[in-house]
């Protein structure tokens, strides 16, 4: 369970403080599926950030399952990293060099587990975004919808509670895209919490509930069946 | 993360951008491979030197006419006195510790056999100079075993010499003349090359006083003298110095012990390679430069990846170790294959001069690895640092 008490972000741009986040107070259980939009420089992204241990909120409280995570130190972020969260970008962030079943195998490799077991787990992991096929491709042969699905498969390998993805539909076309968000529920079916930074309110529409920031601040809450009341939301704003 | 897994990370790493990782190794390869080949060279320089030394017989004692130190005293007017025959006589009467003396004078005369002739030069020497500078003979035999002022009308005459004038026929037993004089040819010497500046092949050797009466001289070029031991060399120094000082009036000649000239050169020569191997090391530290040139140019492209690893929950130390990893790599089989150019580079020169003993000083080899090695971790710990702490939401977004 995730439990933010009043996050602040401020960053020092020139000699000027940069508000990017002001007294966000949020509770997101565990399975659920949480979509965050807003326009672009609104804080989505430095939220994620902070919902996966990459950035400290400046001020407030964070709370993953009664731990305060903002008082840990860089070593006690990294095993959270390691063992709570995972993460998917817009961009996959796949390593070039190594081929699909290799990058899955890499948060294994680096948490010391053995060879056996990783074998195993990259097996059953791609076996579960549909890619055993591709295991021995490298990231240049592969599609972007496969890229992703990589991706996936790598941010789950660990078995995190906690799934972070930031735009992961915003590099694809749209039938890949679905497979993709297909995956994605199925995993959050399965019970892993789901934070999605999107643009796209089809991708927001899955989600159980959509947080809308502006300027840093939560301006809305919304069911995700309440998809028209974000459009003329978000029309409202583009008119003002 | 086990070790094996680190490596297996880091070498995937340095064969993502393999022609960068290749030009860094051919920096360490050529800077150990240097220090290999110029040690060898300085160590063969060493080993020639005392290979000669030795080849000129041990335990040998040699007096030269004059005083080599400069002296503010008034002498008698300068000139050194003659060093002759009775001076070497009388060295064998008076100290019994001496094994044997060998007087020694040289000059060069013309050679002629029938109608060929041949300049060479001429050594005046007696039966125990074969013995001290163990002399080999190819036919016949040395000169005649007799006391040291008789001077017997036969010579020895070098391999090449004896090739050149007689042309195939045994020179052994034939009459030669040597200046103005008639010669008979007693030996031939085996073919033994330079020595000390000598060419032993082409020259002749004939009775001491002979050469006297022929080049009308008193005095001696040198005097040898051998100890049954090691351990007399000094007091027979002493002894000797003596000795001639008392005939001659005054301290006129030196006395060197080849041990010490050998010691000398050999001490010279060492701090040479050593000097030589320091030099090389410098150029290791230019392809440790390189090495951290092509790390911080890995960390800077592999940002993104940096951050992704952190994203992963990969630790600090973790980050800093796959890239030190990276340097320790690129170092290490750089400097091993130096190590095989290196060798073989040695064993090209030795079979092209087989008489030059190049060979790489173990103290070299360790040296250059370790150098290789540490020049390769230390100088990759900067890029190492500089990824393991970047920021993970910078590095992920590239900058």
């Known amino acids: 369970m995730i439990k933010l008490s009043d996050i602040s972000r401020t960053f020092q741009v020139g000699n000027e403080p940069v508000h990017a986040l ?8 565990q399975g659920e599926h949480v979509a965050i939009m807003g326009p672009s420089g609104s804080g989505k992204s430095t939220l994620l950030n902070i919902l996966g241990c990459l950035d400290k909120p400046s001020t407030g409280s964070y709370r993953l399952d009664d731990q305060e995570v903002a008082e840990l ?3 006690a972020l990294t095993m959270v990293r390691r063992h709570q969260i995972g993460f998917v970008f817009q961009f996959f962030h796949l390593v070039h060099r190594l081929s699909a079943a290799e990058n899955v195998e890499l948060p294994m490799i680096f948490a010391g587990q053995p060879r056996a077991e990783r074998r195993r787990r990259v097996a059953s992991a791609l076996e579960a975004v549909g890619l055993t096929p591709r295991a021995e491709h490298l990231p240049d042969q592969l599609s972007g919808g496969e890229r992703q699905r990589v991706a996936l498969a790598r941010a789950t390998v660990m078995e995190p509670e906690i799934l972070l993805a930031d735009e992961p539909t915003g590099n694809l076309d749209s039938a890949s895209g679905r497979v993709v968000l297909d995956l994605l529920d199925r995993m959050n079916d399965e019970g892993l919490t789901l934070i999605v930074v999107t643009h796209d309110l089809k991708v927001a529409h899955r989600a159980d509930r959509i947080l809308v920031l502006v300027d840093g601040r939560i301006e809305r809450r919304v069911a995700g069946d309440q998809i028209s009341e974000i459009l003329a939301m978000l029309a409202e704003d583009d008119e003002a | 993360m086990t070790l094996a897994d680190l490596f297996r990370f880091s070498l995937k790493g340095l064969t993502g951008h393999g022609l ?3 030009l860094s190794l051919l920096g360490v390869v050529i800077g150990v491979a240097a220090v290999l080949i110029l040690t060898a060279l300085g160590e063969g320089a060493r080993r020639y030197v005392i290979d000669q030394f030795a080849g000129l017989g041990t335990n040998l004692l040699i007096v030269v006419p004059g005083k080599t130190e400069t002296t503010g005293t ?3 007017g300068g000139v050194p006195n003659d060093l002759t025959l009775q001076d070497a006589a009388a060295l064998v009467r008076a100290i019994p510790e001496i094994q044997r003396v060998a007087p020694l004078t040289m000059g060069t005369e013309q050679v002629a056999f029938g109608e060929r002739r041949r300049q ?10 074969m013995l001290a500078r163990q002399i ?3 036919k016949g035999t040395f000169l005649p075993d007799e006391e040291m002022f008789r001077g017997s009308p036969v010579a020895v005459v070098g391999p090449k010499l004896a090739r050149e004038i007689f042309a195939g026929e045994d020179p052994v037993g034939k009459i030669i003349r040597v200046g103005g004089w008639r010669m008979r040819v007693v030996g031939v010497l085996a073919w033994q090359g330079v020595k000390m500046g000598v060419d032993f092949d082409d020259l002749a050797m004939v009775p001491v006083s002979t050469a006297m009466q022929m080049f009308n001289r008193t005095s001696l070029f040198r005097i040898l003298i051998q100890s049954s031991s090691h351990a007399d060399l000094d007091m027979l120094r002493d002894k000797s110095r003596q000795l001639l000082t008392e005939r001659h009036g005054e301290e006129d000649i030196t006395v060197i012990s080849q041990d010490a000239l050998l010691t000398t050169f050999s001490g010279i020569l060492a701090a040479l390679t050593l000097a030589l191997g320091a030099i090389t090391a410098i150029s290791l530290t230019v392809a440790g430069i390189g090495i951290m040139n092509v790390m911080l140019v890995s960390v800077s492209e592999r940002t993104r990846e940096v ?21 320790a790599l690129l170092s290490t089989l750089g400097g091993l294959i130096g190590l095989g150019v290196g060798w073989s580079a040695v064993a090209v020169l030795v079979r092209i001069y087989p008489a030059f003993p190049a060979s790489t000083p173990n103290w070299a080899v360790a040296a250059a690895l370790t150098v290789s090695m540490a020049v390769g971790i230390t100088f990759g710990l900067l890029p190492a640092r500089r990824a393991s702490r970047l ?7 590239g900058r």
């Open chain 2, 120 to 129: 060479v030069a001429i050594l005046g020497t007696t039966y125990d100079y």
């Open chain 2, 136 to 138: 080999e003979i190819a």
């Open chain 1, 22 to 29: 002001v007294g966000i107070n949020e509770e997101i259980q």
């Open chain 2, 307 to 327: 951050g992704l690893l952190k994203a992963l929950g990969v630790g600090r130390r973790q980050i800093l170790s796959v890239f030190l990893a990276e340097a």
């Open chain 1, 73 to 75: 130190d860089e070593a």
């Open chain 2, 74 to 76: 008034v002498g008698a």
């Open chain 2, 20 to 22: 960068r990782t290749a």
């Open chain 2, 391 to 397: 920021d993970p939401v910078a590095a992920l977004a």
